[in-house]
């Protein structure tokens, strides 16, 4: 079946270095969305990409989409200790609504 | 508006009990979503319902997992004979177009 990977699994930065996470499917997607959970709470919704390349920003956040759209990442410029918490991609293929998520990157921001 | 609400929030049942969790959508949302969160783990897709119509159910673990959305609004999962492997977090979530929108979940522990 389809899987999705993230990587790295976890990441320490120090408050004010950059952080990438990158997202890998095993299949073809039809789109891709970005989830952040921070500890203890529920996934919310941060963007969804859509077109082959396509790039998206938002304030310190810089999403991509990879040309093949099997794969995806997340940038985040000059982190903050608000930027603690799992990034999760999560995947949608073919016709289907369902959203396969990936394992996830915890990161943690050192002040 | 309410977000999506879930109830209750954190259940202990014994090994053989039968649970039911319920979700509460965001008004007018058409499309709801169950998932399995174990801890440390991205969440894992168990069923989702358009309006009253349970179109995919691929994601239940066994048929002692049971959801129904009678009349298009709230659904409730129900797991019959609940094992040890059962426990988890239970996320319900709602979508109009695209994005999901995360209730805080159920934290069932089976002992």
């Known amino acids: 079946g389809q899987q999705v990977m993230q990587i790295p699994q976890y990441q320490h930065v120090q408050e004010g270095e950059d952080f990438t996470t990158y997202c890998n499917s095993s299949t073809t997607l039809s789109n891709i969305q970005w989830y952040k959970q921070r500890p203890g709470g529920h996934p919310v919704f941060l963007i969804q990409l859509v077109k082959s390349g396509e790039v998206k920003k938002q304030k310190r956040l810089t999403f991509q989409f990879g040309e093949a759209k099997k794969n995806s990442s997340l940038h985040i410029t000059a982190t903050q200790t608000t930027d603690v918490g799992t990034y999760f991609c999560?995947?949608?293929?073919?016709?289907?609504?369902?959203?396969?998520f990936g394992t996830g990157t915890l990161l943690a921001v050192q002040p | 508006g309410a977000g999506v609400s879930q109830s209750p929030r954190y259940k202990v049942a014994k090994r053989g009990q039968d649970v039911a969790l319920r979700c509460d959508p965001i008004?007018?949302?058409?499309?709801l979503f169950w998932y399995q969160q174990a801890l440390g783990q991205g969440p894992e897709f168990l069923t989702y319902?358009?309006?009253?119509?349970?179109?995919?159910k691929s994601g239940l673990p066994s048929d002692r997992f049971f959801a129904e959305r009678p009349e298009g609004s709230v659904s409730t999962l129900k797991i019959q004979r609940t094992q040890q492997e059962d426990s988890a977090v239970y996320l319900c979530?709602?979508?109009?177009?695209?994005?999901?929108?995360f209730g805080p979940g159920t934290r069932l522990t089976v002992t």
């Open positions: 999560a995947g949608r293929g073919g016709a289907t609504n369902k959203l396969i």
């Open positions: 979530a709602s979508s109009l177009s695209g994005e999901q929108y």
């Open positions: 319902f358009q309006n009253e119509a349970q179109l995919d």
């Open positions: 008004s007018g949302h058409v499309s």
